[in-house]
């Protein structure tokens, strides 16, 4: 999802069921894409990324697809836990990896016990 | 596990003074850059920086703001004459020659009066 201004989407989980968060990039010619997850309080942290020569990644819980088609990038998190509960944000890198990152709106999720 | 941290956690100022903000990379990372989010948006990248030079920046970036690395550990951001909407989370990012990953400090909170 993406935010405008101060509303955020929000995904409210039960604890334990998976997660999906979503995420629509603008720029066909990005190369390279990173989910970061943010604490209230937080800088943002990294959780897993992806080139785009791949369609899928995973990781300890989580897993990023990508789909370039349609340019769409989704972030899913297995047995979500109350550790979970942040804002996430997906960031798109164009050009040569490393540069600088475009971030989208980012979606809160709440991990209900 | 190696962070970049960032000083002040937060700043408060007047309009017109000048500020800086400190941080230090991570040790054995060669590429830095700033970014910030202004309360309830995105994350905006500012500039980034490689050997000793500004690699890219953004329209944001303009004559009011530089950017330094006065030693081997230290990345500065100064705002020469603040502005209310200077007003924002100031992130820190370094990331290493072979990854392509950015780490994020925890940010300086900007406060201009």
């Known amino acids: 999802g993406e935010s405008v201004g101060l509303h955020l989407p929000t995904l409210s989980v039960q604890e334990g069921d998976n997660s999906i968060i979503n995420c629509a990039y603008s720029n066909s010619a990005s190369d390279y894409f990173i989910w970061y997850k943010q604490e209230s309080g937080k800088g943002p942290q990294f959780i897993i990324d992806i080139r785009s020569n791949m369609d899928k990644r995973q990781g300890q819980r989580v897993t990023v697809l990508l789909n370039k088609t349609v340019k769409h990038l989704s972030l899913q998190i297995a047995a979500t836990q109350p550790g979970d509960s942040a804002v996430y944000f997906c960031?798109?890198?164009?050009?040569?990896?490393?540069?600088?990152?475009?971030f989208g709106g980012g979606t809160r999720v709440l991990v209900k016990p | 596990e190696p962070e970049v941290t960032q000083t002040p956690s937060h700043q408060v100022t007047q309009m017109g003074q000048e500020v800086i903000l400190r941080c230090v990379p991570i040790?054995?990372?060669?590429?830095f850059y700033w970014y910030r989010q202004i309360l309830g948006q995105k994350v905006e990248f500012l500039v980034s920086?490689?050997?000793?030079?500004?690699?890219?920046k953004s329209e944001i970036f303009d004559d009011q703001f530089s950017v330094e690395r006065p030693d081997g550990s230290n990345f500065t951001l100064k705002i020469r004459s603040t502005k209310l909407e200077d007003s924002a989370m100031y992130f820190c990012a370094s990331r290493g020659r072979q990854g392509s990953i950015q780490y994020f400090g925890a940010g300086t909170r900007l406060s201009v009066l």
């Open positions: 040790s054995n990372h060669l590429y």
């Open positions: 960031a798109e890198n164009k050009g040569a990896a490393g540069n600088k990152l475009t």
């Open positions: 920086f490689y050997n000793n030079e500004i690699s890219e």
